[in-house]
């Protein structure tokens, strides 16, 4: 066992002295191999952190939606539903919800305005996100001037702004009164954009929804596993559409891998020759080759994992920000919560360490199984 460990030092000490002889050729390696692993890296981590976060917010979600289609369209539902979907057996709670986008032609911003029921809440008064707030440099105290659908002027007082820190889903939103939304979008009364449906069983989901076209055939029941579900799929579209950018740079790599696989140069052939020649066994040099090989990629993996962290999770990812998280004049400005597990880094070190071990052992056990004086001719 003692000698196995020194010869394994011993190898590894001449491994570490010729990737030293080879400094430059090796660092240029190091550094393409370290790009490769950041950019796939930073991938994973943040398509996995910003699934995390939405399937986070969509646990608040109502278990069911109730819209109404008209023509195949999203149309406003009446009241008068609530009384019919809330007599189904199995629904706890049927609340009306009021929505809608507004555009602020002075920002060239999407606005995000719903309505709830606050009786302390005074009239012409609203709550908004830290990215309103921004954009209209806005204060508590201030009044926020908009134009209603009938071109009126509606002045709102701004009685409190969202922190920063809920700006991933309140960047864009401005919160007021049944009223104040109904005068602001000119909307009739007795209607809603949708019902947000609670019901006491989980299970029992897809028979309610059922129940609710048969009683209401115009109407579109959307489960909260499926507005997850389209979110997830939103996410791994937006993934491997950034993939796809990304793929002359695997290209590059996997052509590279594939270099070193099918051959080694003179110098390094001349190499395995003389260490033949000296005495060392076949298996000696390709312990050596892989050592060789599993210090270039384990510290191309390492940095490029831990640069790849630092750039998501500290740094926002301002490399796919744009394409993964979207586009908006408001923009959310967030931190994604740190999310890393075994299979990740399974995945990402079988994808980049393994292939390039693999090509770097492969043409050494063909130089090192000839003769040594055949070796050191090339």
């Known amino acids: 066992m003692k000698r196995s460990i020194e010869r394994h030092l011993n190898i590894l000490e001449f491994t570490l002295a010729s990737l030293s002889r080879r400094l430059m050729k090796n660092l240029s390696l190091l550094t393409i191999y370290l790009l490769v692993v950041f950019m796939l890296a930073s991938l994973l981590f943040f398509v996995t952190a910003l699934k995390r976060e939405a399937a986070t917010i969509l646990e608040d979600a109502p278990d069911m939606v109730v819209q109404r289609l008209m023509a195949g369209r999203q149309d406003l539902v ?7 979907i809330a007599s189904i057996r199995g629904v706890t709670a049927v609340r009306s919800r009021l929505w809608g986008y507004y555009f602020d ?8 305005v719903i309505a709830e029921e606050n009786p302390a809440a005074e009239p012409e008064s609203a709550s908004v996100g830290a990215g309103v707030a921004r954009s209209r440099n806005l204060a508590v105290g201030d009044l926020l001037p908009l134009i209603s659908y009938d071109k009126s002027p509606v002045m709102l007082e701004i009685k409190s702004i969202f922190p920063a820190s809920s700006d991933l889903i309140a960047a864009d939103l401005i919160v007021v009164s049944p009223d104040e939304f109904r005068r602001l979008f000119n ?9 947000a449906i609670t019901v006491g069983n989980p299970k029992e989901l897809p028979t309610i929804a059922s129940k609710i076209v048969t009683l209401f055939p115009d109407s579109r029941p959307i489960l909260k596993s499926e507005i997850q579900r389209t979110y997830k799929s939103v996410f791994d579209w937006r993934g ?21 696989a099918t051959g080694l140069s003179a110098e390094e052939r001349k190499e395995i020759g003389i260490l033949k020649s000296i005495g060392w066994e076949t298996s000696d040099v390709l312990l050596l080759k892989f050592w060789e090989g599993m210090a270039v990629s384990l510290t191309a993996f390492l940095l490029g994992t831990v640069f790849a962290y630092i750039h998501v999770f500290f740094l926002s990812a301002p490399l796919f920000a744009q394409a993964l998280k979207g586009w908006s004049v408001i923009y959310p400005d967030f ?3 740190p999310v890393v597990n075994a299979y990740q880094l399974s995945i990402l070190f079988f994808l980049t360490v393994v292939p390039y071990t693999t090509a770097t052992v492969i043409p050494c056990w063909r130089a090192a199984t000839i003769e040594p004086d055949a070796a050191m001719r090339y």
């Open 78 to 84: 009446p009241d008068s539903y609530v009384a019919g």
């Open 105 to 112: 032609g002075l920002t060239g911003a999407n606005y995000t």
């Open 187 to 195: 909307f009739p009364a007795g209607q809603a954009t949708d019902l």
């Open 240 to 260: 491997g559409v950034t993939l796809v950018v990304l793929t002359s740079s695997l290209l590059s790599f996997i052509i590279f891998a594939w270099d070193k």
């Open 335 to 337: 931190k994604l919560i």
